[in-house]
């Protein structure tokens, strides 16, 4: 069957590989690629789940032409609407006119706005179910995982779960597309900065959509980018389940905006003193030059974090801003935060400001404040070391929770 992969019993992958866009969403890097996965079910009637971003059109219909020759692609479920998963929708309507299209209430309101499309559609409802005769696709509605539409569909009788955005991340397939042929430790880091700058302020939503398909025999789940679970689909729901509690691991992050290295000494004083005290896992961003969706990976995987920020014009570091204007948008909970800040004029500035952040995010604060004029003399140094000796004797303290 050329190129189009099979996951189970007469069902494809027939998805595709964009290594063109350089940010997803116009926003996050791609620096290995995404995938767009589509599945094909054939039963004695055809569905497609999903399709992918109109510039792999051609990709997808040939794969489908290949599996399907002729015969009429009857259905299309559509799990969710953000182009890079519908935006073949118009274009297959077009080849296969019969073409039915399965959304549910929300879903069809997005087929007119996006598409203007009216015609033939199937509007399916939580826990409805589609007969292809030989294959019954059943529904269950996921809302704000990722948008307030979507769906995904389980299929009664090879059990594989087709979840969209869910349990998804960046990265091409390159050769492999299960989990069992890939470097799962490259993508988990992915899927991770995926769920943790796209689907992670959501969580709340991600835990009702795990307590509802709990109860569901899974033997491949099957997300629209990334790795397709065969080996261990228990073990990526686990990592939703963990992330979206906002479950921590012991180590920190530290993070720092400098112009000229002073604010970046103070940073790295209190790094030194959490490695003297034994922290292993400690990550340093220079904010000016790691991309956000890199450092708000990290601080969602770990429980410390150390931010340090010069004074900039009467306010923070304008990237450092942008992190916080990040990190409140997430909402991300539960982490133990040291703050550090630097000026030369106006005292108070940064530090009031990383104050106000760590309030309003409700995070627990460990001591001290370290502030410093211009440059970091002894006390400074000191005050930095006592702040990361504090911190890594409150990592310590989770130890056994990661
Ligand atoms: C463009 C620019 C704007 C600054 N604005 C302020 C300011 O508004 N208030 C202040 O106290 N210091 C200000 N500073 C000084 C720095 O915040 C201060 O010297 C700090 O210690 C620099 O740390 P760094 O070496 O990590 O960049 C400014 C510096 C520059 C270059």
Redesign the pocket.
Known sequence: MYEAIPVKKDIFWVGANDHETDLFESLWPLPRGVSYNAYLVVGEKTALIDTVKSSSMNVLIDKIEAVIGKRPLDYLVVNHMEPDHSGSMKVLKAIYPELKIVGNAQTKGMFESFYALTDDIVVVKEGDVLDLGGHQLRFHMIPMVHWPETMVAYDLESKVLFTCDAFGGFGTLDGGIFDDEVDMGFYEDEILRYFSNIVGRYSPQVQKAIEKLKGLEIAVIAPSHGPVHRRNPAKIVALYDRWSRHVSECGAVVV??????????MAEAVARAMAEEGIERIIVHDVSRSHVSYVVKDIWRFRGLVLAS??????L?PPLATLLEHLRNKMLKDRLVGLCG??????S??LKSLLEFAHSGGWELVDPQVE????PNRAVLEACSLLGKNMAGRLKACDGRA
């Open positions: 720092y905006g400098s112009m000229y290295g002073h604010t970046q000494r010069c004074t900039y014009n009467m306010t570091f630097s000026y030369t004029w106006a005292q500035v940064a410093m004029k211009s440059a």
